[in-house]
């Protein structure tokens, strides 16, 4: 997931808008972090609701190798975290909508 958004950035968005244009190279690794760990905290707490239906197909972790109290403040940890970068930056890039979306897509992906 991060390499696809360095090479879209780097391969189409400085190409057509120039470096001044977009997100330093600071806030943008604060972006792509908050990313994967927002999307990070979505895959455990998938795993945490789905674990009849993940057993089907594939290994379940949770509720063997990993308590199921420790997934969830595994989801937690990660989510806020993930939160807490992107809200810093969606505040430093006075960006509300940023801010809006991370929360919005932290959300959906508990209701997932």
Same mark, same amino acid.
């Given at each position: 997931?991060?390499?696809?958004?360095?090479?879209? *950035?780097?391969?189409l968005?400085i190409?057509?808008?120039?470096?001044?244009?977009?997100l330093?190279?600071?806030?943008?690794?604060?972006l792509v972090?908050?990313?994967v760990?927002?999307a990070a905290?979505?895959?455990v707490?998938?795993?945490?609701?789905d674990i009849?239906v993940?057993?089907?197909?594939?290994?379940?972790?949770?509720? *063997?190798?990993?308590?199921? *109290?420790k997934?969830?403040?595994?989801?937690?940890?990660?989510?806020?975290?993930?939160?807490?970068?992107?809200?810093?930056?969606?505040?430093?890039?006075?960006?509300?909508?940023?801010?809006?979306?991370?929360?919005?897509?932290? !959300?959906?992906?508990?209701? !997932?």
């Amino acid at each position: 997931m991060a390499l696809i958004q360095y090479l879209i *950035r780097y391969s189409l968005v400085i190409p057509v808008y120039g470096k001044s244009a977009v997100l330093s190279d600071l806030y943008f690794a604060l972006l792509v972090y908050s990313i994967v760990l927002i999307a990070a905290g979505g895959y455990v707490i998938n795993d945490y609701f789905d674990i009849k239906v993940d057993a089907r197909n594939k290994e379940v972790l949770i509720g *063997r190798k990993i308590k199921r *109290r420790k997934a969830l403040i595994l989801h937690l940890l990660v989510t806020v975290s993930g939160l807490g970068i992107g809200i810093y930056l969606a505040y430093n890039i006075r960006s509300v909508l940023l801010g809006a979306i991370l929360i919005f897509s932290a !959300y959906t992906l508990w209701l !997932y």
